[in-house]
């Protein structure tokens, strides 16, 4: 398969999952939204759930790549733009169906050996970048040094998921979520270390 | 209907909704771990959908009953309680199913307004009932009156979300999150009040 169908493919399934969400969608919705006909996806996919698999693989390249990027000076910026990019605010209605279809996805994890992999190493991405940049603050001086990065990369994943949960679940405003951490990064970086870092 | 058969249907309804999952789940899944035909449940229920909503309801009120009680002599300990009620450690298979189920269900509230209400019913529960300890606490001069309740509460509500969300996305342990909020409850209570409370 060329690059550039793998593309058209793996865009018409975020497409599509946001349009159908994630337990009606059909192979057919998919190839609906491409050049391709249903006979060539499943030539290139066993299943929904192979064409699924590989969507998710894709989406996590993208997300370390694009989502994972440290931008800022000192380590407490970079932290703090992170969490900004993941937890943007979006009146995005596209943003907010393609959320729901991960959270269906989510609660197939259990059922699904498959899924439940690739849904982890998502949250093993997110808590290592948050932990590298917790632990150069804390070697930098800018941070705590009696800080835990794992437990506190752990929390902050914690809340990012509670968040996405509610946001989807009870329509709550992931604003809170992010101010709270953006404060409480203020917090980690404002109390100066009692020994100095080297 | 007699409260007898209510409390039997309720019951069966939680043993298939562990045992099927919420998607999978069918009338007669339910019926079948009743006395009861699927004709009597259609009789009562218009709908699968319907009987979940009673479910939910039912659930509610239980929660409400049961798992909101507060014990333990002073806030602090009031809310430990809680809290270590709610997270509690659980290797029980079943417990794992349920939650999933619900999960199923929180994923399924943009698809549907009544789940949503009955959805935001539990997380206002919740947030109400830690609010409302912090506050007596704060009064009291056990928890530091800079303390805000409304956003301490809404944060421990979004970090329940969030460990119910990567236990059953991930595997992820639970018994992390419980620690890290009792840890958090003896801080906010070590914390002595610059301002005495009255």
Redesign the interface.
């Known amino acids: 398969m060329t690059d550039e169908t793998t593309t058209e493919i793996m865009d018409a399934t975020y497409r599509a999952l946001c349009e159908c969400?994630?337990?009606a969608l059909r192979m057919q919705d998919i190839a609906d939204k491409t050049t391709k006909s249903t006979g060539t996806l499943h030539y290139h996919y066993d299943s929904k759930h192979d064409l699924l698999l590989a969507f998710l693989d894709h989406l996590y390249d993208q997300f370390v790549e694009n989502k994972c990027a440290v931008e800022g000076e000192t380590p407490d910026k970079q932290l703090i733009n992170l969490i900004d990019q993941w937890l943007a605010p979006s009146e995005d209605h596209t943003d907010?169906?393609f959320q729901?279809a991960i959270?269906?996805i989510?609660?197939?994890?259990?059922?699904d050996e498959a899924y439940?992999q690739q849904?982890?190493r998502f949250?093993r991405a997110m808590a290592d970048r948050i932990r590298k940049i917790l632990a150069n603050g804390i070697e930098r001086g800018v941070f705590d040094p009696e800080l835990d990065p794992d437990?506190t990369a752990?929390?902050f994943?914690?809340?990012?998921?509670?968040?996405?949960?509610?946001h989807?679940?009870?329509?709550?405003s992931i604003t809170?979520?992010r101010t709270?951490l953006l404060d409480y990064i203020d917090v980690l970086a404002g109390t100066p270390p009692e020994v100095a870092a080297e």
Chains 1, 2 share one sequence.
């Open positions: 969400g994630y337990a907010r169906q729901t959270l269906e989510k609660s197939q994890a259990p059922y439940r849904l982890a949250d437990r752990d929390l994943v914690t809340m990012i998921n509670g968040a996405q949960t509610r989807i679940a009870v329509n709550y809170a979520t709270y």
